[in-house]
């Protein structure tokens, strides 16, 4: 399945901040965000309610990595906030992320994130002492996902076909890193366009800046939308 809207990273400070952007938007349009760990540490639950109320659906990317039973006890908790997509890292292995699954309270999917993209090859030989190369490493860890019963796998739009190979093509590719024709990259490494990724496989973009930072959020985001749909 792929998801018609593009996830808003709520990459925002404050609450405050999140109502005034949410605000700008018809409320009968129900939008899907990612609500990360600055919000959520800053604010707690009280955020998920916020935006829950407004009819919104949520992608709580808090990216749990721990022993198999607190991170069980941890998604017994998030879960019961009703959210609808949550973030653990595979390098947490197979049994940690049977147990995320297993502490659902709420049915709620769970993908894994891989190798950051902040993380080089270098970087992970010397660091993580993992000798192959960072493409093996993300399939392995996707492999291992699957192998969990996880959903899905956080990834680069660049990934998506050797992913989908190695697990399935129901298996969930969430892409970041998506940018609209003529947008800035910013930091963003590799970009693809919302088009692109749809060709591709990618099954939900997620989409900070270039929606949050536009002159008029709510165009550009029908305008990201449209592109991704097209
Ligand atoms: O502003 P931009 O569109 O680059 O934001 C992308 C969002 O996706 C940010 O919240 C960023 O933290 C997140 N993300 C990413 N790359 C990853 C994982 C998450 O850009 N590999």
């Avoid at 990360?36 to 990216?63: A, T, W």
Wanted: hydrophobic fraction near 40%.
């Amino acid at each position: 399945m792929r998801e018609e809207r593009p996830i808003i990273a709520l990459d925002f400070p404050s609450f405050e901040d999140i109502k005034r952007f949410l605000a700008l938007f018809p409320e009968e349009e129900k939008l899907y965000v990612k609500i990360g760990m600055e919000l959520f540490y800053g604010n707690g639950p009280e955020i998920v309610h916020y935006v829950k109320s407004h009819g919104h659906s949520i992608f709580l990317d808090l990216k749990l990595h721990d022993i198999p039973n607190t991170v069980q006890s941890a998604m017994a908790m998030l879960s019961a906030l009703d959210v609808d997509m949550m973030t653990v890292h595979a390098a947490g292995g197979v049994e940690m992320m049977r147990a995320a699954k297993a502490g659902l309270s709420k049915p709620a999917k769970i993908i894994a994130v891989t190798q950051l993209t902040s993380t080089s090859e270098e970087n992970m030989r010397d660091w993580q002492n993992i000798q192959t190369s960072l493409q093996e490493s993300v399939v392995n860890y996707a492999k291992c996902a699957a192998e969990a019963g996880l959903d899905g796998v956080v990834c680069s739009a660049q990934e998506v076909e050797l992913i989908k190979t190695a697990t399935s093509n129901d298996f969930i590719c969430l892409t970041p890193g998506i940018r609209p024709k003529g947008s800035a990259a910013g930091d963003q490494k590799r970009v693809m366009t919302p088009y692109d990724a749809h060709q591709i496989g990618s099954n939900y973009i997620v989409v900070g800046r270039p929606i949050i930072q536009a002159e008029n959020p709510v165009d550009m985001y029908h305008k990201i939308k449209e592109e991704w749909n097209s």
